[in-house]
Antibody, heavy 118, light 107 residues
Framework: EVQLVESGGGLVQPGGSLRLSCAAS????????MSWVRQAPGKGLEWVAN????????DYVDMVKGRFTISRDNAKNSVHLQMNSLRAEDTAVYYC???????????WGQGTRVTVSS | DIQMTQSPSTLSASVGDRVTITCRAS??????LAWYQQKPGKAPKLLIY???SLESGVPSRFSGSGSGTDFTLTVSSLQPDDFATYFC?????????FGQGTKVEIK
């Protein structure tokens, strides 16, 4: 069974940093692109970033470019999202998801909540 | 970025109703369109990928159609478990973008 478990969320002040992690199990992690998707309170879904199977390619939504960095450790079956210079508008539940071959998001974690507030 | 527009935003329906949700892309996305169901406090769940392919384990009352810019999600006979919010998402051109969601509520 595919399992994705996020951690690392919490309350952080504007301008601060946070590192999210996602532990994957139940599949061959190194064979899949992985994504982060977020959902602000009461709002819709926003794709944030993804990373290729071997980590050689990364892509980001414009709003986080230069502030967020996605990385992965295939030896530990984990993907991370380093978030710097956080803003109030980054407040959201952050989901880790496994990309399917056509770019859909076929498995999701339960999410980790990030609150940016003073 | 490609804009995805869903309609309606809210839909009131009864158990047994046939329900259709529409998603329109701001430019052609071929068939790189997925549909998700989300319940309050839960992660989204993939229903349909490649516009019309049913994800494993998803009931056959769900179906998807369309290509290019216009897509539909149909629930042939709405069940109590289907009251939720539904999102479309394109993956043809980065960044992946989602529709704003359609909430299906009990009439």
């Amino acid at each position: 069974e595919v399992q994705l478990v996020e951690s690392g969320g919490g309350l952080v002040q504007p301008g601060g940093s946070l590192r999210l992690s996602c532990a994957a199990s139940g599949f061959t992690f190194s064979n899949y692109w992985m994504s982060w998707v977020r959902q602000a309170p009461g709002k819709g879904l926003e794709w944030v970033a993804n990373i290729k199977e071997d980590g050689s390619e990364k892509d980001y939504v414009d709003m986080v470019k230069g502030r967020f960095t996605i990385s992965r450790d295939n030896a530990k079956n984990s993907v991370h999202l380093q978030m710097n210079s956080l803003r109030a508008e980054d407040t959201a539940v952050y989901y880790c998801a496994r990309d399917c071959r056509s770019g859909c998001l076929e498995n999701w974690g339960q999410g980790t909540r990030v609150t940016v507030s003073s | 970025d490609i804009q995805m527009t869903q309609s309606p935003s809210t839909l009131s329906a009864s158990v047994g109703d046939r329900v259709t949700i529409t998603c329109r892309a701001s430019q052609s996305i071929s068939n790189y369109l997925a549909w998700y169901q989300q319940k309050p406090g839960k992660a989204p769940k993939l229903l349909i990928y490649r516009a019309s392919s049913l994800e494993s384990g998803v009931p056959s009352r769900f179906s998807g159609s369309g290509s290019g810019t216009d897509f539909t999600l149909t629930v042939s006979s709405l069940q109590p478990d289907d009251f939720a919010t539904y999102f479309c998402q394109q993956s043809d051109i980065s960044p992946k973008t989602f529709g704003q969601g359609t909430k299906v509520e009990i009439k």
